[in-house]
C-alpha cells in the first residue's frame, strides 16, 4: 500500500541553513519544524530527509560525521514527537568533489534518485507527496518526480526558481497548508 511523504531538506528547513554543517553545537532548529512534522505526521505523512552534502564531497568532513550529526537530530527530533522515517544524503559533486565523491549522481538534486527511492524503500506514493526546500534544486527535483506540491523558504535563492511551487516566509504557512488539504478530503 502507497502512502505520502513530506520530503524535507534539511540545511534551511530542518535546521539554520549555516553553510556545511557538521557539528552538533552548531545546529538551531528553524522555527517551526517540530509543530510541522507532527502535524505532517498526524495527518498520515512518513517524514524523509533529502539533502546534498556536498561538505562530504568537498572534504569537510566524512561520512561518518554526518551519520553522527544526523544520529544525534533524530533523537532530538524523536524528544519533541517527530519520528523520521528515512534520511537519503547525496555526498558527491561533480566539480567540487574530492576522488572518489567527484561525480555526478542521480540522487544529487535537482535529480529525483532520493525522491526515487522512497518509492522502492517506503512504499511512497510520489503524486501524493510533498516538498519543502530553500533552494530551487529542491524545487526541480520535486516537479521532475511529479509531486503533489512543492514549497520553496524564502530567502535562500535570490531570484526566482523554475517550475511550479509556492514560496512561504515560513513553516506554519505550509503546516496550515497540510492542514486545509486534510479538511479538503
Same mark, same amino acid.
Given at each position: 500500500?502507497?502512502? !505520502?511523504?513530506?520530503? &524535507?531538506?534539511?540545511?534551511?528547513?530542518?535546521?539554520?541553513?549555516? *553553510?556545511?554543517? =557538521?557539528?552538533?553545537?552548531?545546529?538551531?532548529?528553524?522555527?517551526? @519544524?517540530?509543530? +510541522?512534522?507532527?502535524?505532517?505526521?498526524?495527518?498520515?505523512?512518513?517524514?524523509? @530527509?533529502?539533502?546534498?552534502?556536498? *561538505? @562530504?564531497?568537498? *572534504?569537510?568532513?566524512?561520512? $561518518?560525521?554526518?551519520?553522527? +550529526?544526523?544520529?544525534?537530530?533524530?533523537?532530538?527530533?524523536?524528544?519533541? *514527537?517527530?519520528? +523520521?522515517?528515512?534520511?537519503?544524503?547525496?555526498?558527491?559533486?561533480?566539480?567540487?568533489?574530492?576522488?572518489?565523491?567527484?561525480?555526478?549522481?542521480?540522487?544529487?538534486?535537482?535529480?529525483?534518485?532520493?525522491?526515487?527511492? $522512497? @518509492?522502492?524503500?517506503?512504499?511512497?506514493?510520489?503524486?501524493?507527496?510533498?516538498?519543502?526546500?530553500?533552494?530551487?534544486?529542491?524545487?526541480? $527535483? $520535486?516537479?521532475?518526480?511529479? +509531486? !503533489?506540491?512543492?514549497?520553496?523558504?524564502?530567502?535562500?535563492? !535570490?531570484?526566482?526558481?523554475?517550475? =511550479?511551487?509556492?514560496?512561504?516566509?515560513?513553516?506554519?504557512?505550509?503546516?496550515?497548508? &497540510? &492542514?486545509?488539504?486534510?479538511?479538503?478530503?
Amino acid at each position: 500500500m502507497s502512502s !505520502k511523504a513530506l520530503f &524535507l531538506d534539511r540545511d534551511g528547513v530542518v535546521n539554520v541553513e549555516i *553553510g556545511y554543517l =557538521h557539528r552538533i553545537e552548531d545546529v538551531t532548529f528553524v522555527p517551526g @519544524i517540530f509543530s +510541522l512534522c507532527r502535524t505532517a505526521m498526524r495527518l498520515g505523512y512518513r517524514l524523509v @530527509i533529502v539533502t546534498n552534502q556536498a *561538505g @562530504i564531497a568537498r *572534504g569537510f568532513y566524512d561520512e $561518518a560525521a554526518f551519520e553522527t +550529526l544526523m544520529a544525534w537530530m533524530q533523537a532530538r527530533l524523536r524528544e519533541e *514527537g517527530v519520528e +523520521l522515517e528515512a534520511v537519503y544524503y547525496c555526498p558527491f559533486h561533480p566539480e567540487h568533489g574530492i576522488g572518489e565523491y567527484r561525480r555526478e549522481h542521480e540522487d544529487r538534486k535537482p535529480g529525483t534518485g532520493m525522491l526515487r527511492r $522512497a @518509492i522502492n524503500e517506503l512504499g511512497v506514493s510520489l503524486a501524493d507527496s510533498v516538498m519543502v526546500g530553500d533552494r530551487c534544486s529542491d524545487m526541480a $527535483a $520535486a516537479n521532475s518526480a511529479g +509531486l !503533489k506540491q512543492a514549497f520553496l523558504v524564502s530567502g535562500t535563492e !535570490k531570484s526566482r526558481c523554475g517550475g =511550479h511551487y509556492i514560496e512561504v516566509n515560513g513553516l506554519e504557512e505550509v503546516e496550515r497548508w &497540510l &492542514l486545509k488539504q486534510d479538511v479538503s478530503v
